[in-house]
């Protein structure tokens, strides 16, 4: 999955962990940052990581008896590996893919995988033989911005829930669109200004 910088990529990869992990049927999810594997690589190649490297780099200090299981679900081809931030292995990204490329073709085809990534690392990801969908900018980012306003005027309640504290924020978000124009092309940076100024 790639996408510019800020688009979501990481959140939306998140939710992707988190609806999987919700369904008890479903694939269990397995989440890690990509730069997380960097230690686990040799200084020159070839560049090779097991499962359980994956494993140990994505539940960190977890009790013995999850890693086994999650290695063993994987294993069995039952798990989402989710990768996240190729972009962030900087000049490690080619021993990176080639190490997640070699694991993967050990690994059971039936293993479902998720890479993120920005597009400057597409050609550098292409060796991982795995589809490409891009995480666009959303159509009606205003609108969803505006609706987000709303619930969190909603959540915090008290003078939040009138209707003159709702208007003073569109104020200042709109004030803050004309002033730094770039900033709110970013959703991720957009959402942020606007929980920013709703606190």
């Given at each position: ?15 992707i ?28 190649g070839?560049y ?11 539940v ?11 290695l ?29 490329a ?29 589809p ?7 159509r009606n980012l ?12 909603e ?16 104020a ?9 124009p ?18």
């Amino acid at each position: 999955m790639v996408g510019r910088p800020g688009a979501g990529k990481t959140v939306a990869s998140r939710c992707i962990a988190a609806r999987w992990a919700a369904h008890e049927k479903a694939p269990v999810p397995l989440w890690l940052r990509l730069r997380d594997l960097i230690p686990l690589l040799p200084a020159a190649g070839p560049y090779r990581i097991d499962a359980r490297d994956v494993v140990q780099a994505g539940v960190s200090d977890a009790q013995p008896q999850l890693v086994e299981a999650l290695l063993a679900r994987i294993e069995q081809g039952h798990a989402l590996l989710v990768l996240d931030a190729l972009d962030e292995t900087l000049d490690r990204r080619d021993a990176v893919v080639e190490a997640v490329a070699d694991l993967l073709d050990r690994l059971p085809e039936e293993l479902d995988v998720l890479v993120t990534s920005r597009h400057s690392c597409l050609r550098s990801a292409t060796l991982l033989r795995l589809p490409v969908y891009e995480l666009r900018t959303p159509r009606n980012l205003e609108d969803t911005l505006d609706q987000l306003l709303s619930v969190v005027a909603e959540q915090l309640g008290g003078p939040a829930g009138t209707v003159a504290w709702t208007a003073e924020r569109r104020a200042r978000i709109a004030h803050s669109r004309r002033a730094e124009p770039d900033l709110w092309r970013v959703p991720l940076l957009a959402t942020l200004i606007v929980l920013l100024i709703a606190q």
